[in-house]
């Protein structure tokens, strides 16, 4: 009987260290304990994907538009743009659109009719975003 | 196509991804952010000029012309393993903060959803830029990483709320280059149910609903919105009190009414007051009477959007003195200058809020959201479950006891 009694033993603080497991925080002092854990990653509803426009078969005679974000390095960085290309192809046209609201997507926002009219005139557009 | 600074092409295709067109063809350039030099953007264009040209008439190919839809299903058991392994885990996947977190099990999700008497399924928001869902148990996934108790869960539902709402900004403060972070003033006699620290240090680690609750709203923000550092969310220098910032106000020690009965909810009310400031400054009066404390208050240049946080010792010297909240606001606005950079006109009574916090000294601080974008303070009610007393007197003795020496 005697040599039972520490397999008794054993076996009551196996169950209730198992037990003690399973409480509300886990928390388990043994390195060999099991944490089944759940994922903090959200799920997300799918969006309907759409492709990318098709792109010119070549820039010349096109109408660019140049896109520039509120960021003050945009419009700058688009009149640079638009001097090279000029240089590069005499015969395009550019249009600008000036997003001048801070950190506004004017384009989803208060000028989204005017944004999406501009754009349709549009053989392609370059848009100088971040930052 | 999209000509960004090379720094933000991650950014860039995040945001085509998120708003459903994954091929948009994002260019890199080295021209320095907000570039003001001629010459710099004049060689910048030079470097990738023939690149736009390029992505301007390179043919599609068949996954830009019709990308496939990527339904990501993120199975509900993430990980079995120690409990170092779990840490690494979650690491590994960009999960965390820096910081040990604990594991979600499902017994301790189970827990933390007690402070609830939502469904586990129940949609809080959904928060961008992922539009990631955030369920109860989501929320209170979140939160036990964080080591949360369930009785934050309440203050949790209610932050997720409040940031959610467009009043905040927080569409441009949780990932922007400003590293803006989220402000959380509690009000109402929840600060005393879970312990919200109201005086000496309140801003500083130590008390457990303030550092967990912040810490936890973190996480929802990055594995439930999206916004990883360096992917999504741009902060260039970055902020601390990303980790947390949230305080109670004291208002058992406050002379005015407090700053959820401003906003007019009643003074029972629990509630969770929101902005996002990146700037922290603290000073001290020359002066220690009411003109002298609002000289110092107006000296700190509070501008749109700002918390002003007031001792509850100067409080009563204004109060002493017989000036009203109102009065030191008014006060304030006479001293100060222009709202913001970018708003006309002088520091507006709506522009910045004043909060009794902090302990016995003679500092003052000022939090505010530096940079103006038209952003307002926003409070949400903290409503607590049916099992609200038992629930807190469960934890009601998990406080500190510091030993004398």
Same mark, same amino acid.
């Given at each position: 009987?005697?040599? @039972? ?15 003690? +497991? ?22 997300? =509803? ?52 000036? #997003? ?24 392609? &557009? ?6 | ?28 350039? %080295?021209?320095? +952010? ?5 010459? =710099? ?74 402070? $609830? ?5 129940? &949609? ?20 036990? !990483?964080?080591?949360?108790?369930? $009785? ?7 932050? &997720? ?36 620290? +109201? ?63 401003? @906003? ?11 902005? @996002? ?55 304030? !606005? ?34 505010? #959201? ?6 307002? @303070? ?17 934890? %009601? ?9």
């Amino acid at each position: 009987m005697r040599r @039972f009694i520490p397999v008794l033993v054993m076996t009551v603080f196996t169950i209730m260290a198992t037990f003690s +497991c399973s409480g509300n925080t886990s928390t388990k002092d043994g390195p060999e304990y099991q944490y089944e854990v759940l994922s903090p990653w959200a799920e997300v =509803d799918p969006i309907p994907l759409r492709g990318i426009s098709p792109r010119l078969d070549s820039v010349s005679g096109k109408k660019i538009g140049l896109f520039a974000n509120f960021k003050r390095a945009a419009r700058p960085i688009q009149a640079e743009v638009e001097r090279r290309l000029k240089e590069r192809f005499a015969d395009i046209e550019t249009s600008l659109f000036d #997003s001048r609201l801070p950190n506004v997507t004017e384009t989803e926002t208060v000028n989204k009719e005017k944004f999406t009219a501009w754009a349709k005139e549009m053989d392609a &557009v370059i848009a100088a975003v971040g930052d | 196509m999209l000509l960004a600074n090379r720094g933000f092409v991650n950014d860039a295709h995040s945001a085509a991804s998120g708003k459903g067109m994954p091929g948009v063809r994002v260019l890199g350039s %080295s021209i320095a +952010c907000e570039s003001t030099v001629a010459e =710099d953007i004049k060689s910048g264009i030079d470097e990738v000029f023939e690149g736009i040209i390029a992505e301007l008439t390179r043919p599609l190919t068949e996954e830009e012309k019709s990308p496939q839809v990527d339904v990501e299903t993120p199975p509900r058991i993430a990980f079995k393993g120690t409990y170092e392994e779990v840490n690494q885990f979650f690491y590994r996947n960009g999960w965390g903060d820096g910081l040990p977190i604990v594991p979600p099990s499902e017994a301790a999700v189970e827990e933390m959803m007690k402070g $609830t008497d939502l469904p586990p399924d129940h &949609v809080v928001a959904k928060i961008i830029p992922r539009m990631g869902k955030a369920t109860i148990e989501k929320i209170a996934v979140n939160a036990v !990483m964080a080591g949360a108790l369930p $009785t934050h869960m309440p203050v949790l539902i209610a932050a &997720v709320e409040a940031v959610s709402d467009p009043k905040t900004r927080f569409d441009t403060f949780e990932v922007s280059t400003g590293s803006w972070a989220p402000l959380l003033v509690i009000n109402g006699p929840i600060r005393e149910d879970i312990r919200i620290n +109201c005086s000496s240090g309140a801003l500083s680690p130590g008390d457990l609903a303030n550092a967990a609750i912040g810490r936890a709203l973190g996480l929802i923000i990055k594995n439930i919105g999206g916004a990883r550092k360096g992917i999504e969310d741009m902060g260039t220098l970055g902020n601390p009190a990303k980790y947390a910032l949230v305080l109670g106000e004291n208002e058992e020690e406050s002379p005015w009414e407090p700053l959820h009965v401003e @906003f007019g909810y009643q003074k029972d009310d629990n509630t969770l007051t929101v902005m @996002f400031p990146n700037r922290y400054t603290q000073t001290i009066p020359a002066q220690t009477n009411a003109e002298g404390i609002a000289t110092a208050l107006a000296g700190m240049e509070p501008r749109a959007l700002s918390c002003l946080l007031v001792i509850p010792d100067h409080a009563n010297i204004f109060s002493g003195e017989g000036w009203s909240k109102q009065q030191v606001k008014e006060s304030i !606005m006479k001293k100060s200058g222009s709202r913001d950079s970018r708003r006309p006109g002088r520091l507006q009574n709506e522009d910045f809020a004043i909060v009794v916090a902090g302990g016995p000294g003679v500092w003052m601080g000022l939090l505010q #959201s530096a940079g103006g974008f038209g952003n307002y @303070f926003v409070t949400k009610e903290i409503k607590l479950p049916s099992n609200w007393e038992t629930l807190t007197a469960k934890y %009601s003795t998990l406080v500190p006891t510091y030993v004398k020496y």
